[in-house]
């Protein structure tokens, strides 16, 4: 049996070891539903994307609603950009600092179509498929980009699965 001294009081509580374990048992349950209300159950995967000389890596991404892409520059002048008329309805447009780290929250489904503004005409773009649904897929198709860009969007648009 333990004896404790409760300030400013000086009041002595004695606590055998069944009361300890029990307490223990009683706030243990309140412990894991206050963390779980405030991360949220359904946390998402927080996915890496470099930025690395001319390229992204990788440069095609498949993730789901709720998961964080984090754009890290690894070398060079890089930022991401999303291009107009390739993210989905509702989605803000972004825009990085160049040089800087971005984290990117999916909140809807579709294709998010992104560009290194300083290198877009060099083809530094890259793709993130997000969910099942790709309703903004045949306006991310028909969207004008520079040549090389074009050129390697098609190859990542034809890596979306097909709804």
């Not at 996915?47 to 789901?64: C, G, N, V, W």
């Not at 892409?69 to 993210?87: E, K, Q, Y």
Request: charge should be positive.
């Amino acid at each position: 049996m333990a004896v404790k001294t409760v300030a400013p009081y000086k009041i002595k509580i004695h606590e055998t070891t069944f009361m300890k374990k029990r307490s223990t048992l009683v706030l243990m349950p309140a412990l894991v539903s206050f963390l779980l209300s405030v991360t949220g159950s359904n946390a998402g995967v927080i996915h890496t994307i470099k930025m690395d000389r001319d390229f992204f890596s990788p440069a095609y991404l498949e993730a789901q609603v709720g998961d964080t892409v984090r754009f890290v520059n690894v070398r060079g002048t890089h930022n991401t950009v999303s291009i107009s008329g390739m993210i989905p309805a509702g989605v803000s447009p972004w825009r990085s600092r160049l040089k800087a780290t971005y984290d990117l929250t999916l909140t809807k489904e579709g294709v998010y179509g992104y560009k290194c503004l300083p290198h877009f005409g060099k083809g530094m773009v890259g793709l993130i498929a997000v969910g099942k649904q790709y309703n903004n897929l045949p306006q991310a198709k028909s969207t004008k980009l520079p040549a090389k860009a074009a050129a390697v969007f098609q190859k990542l648009l034809r890596r979306v699965p097909q709804n």
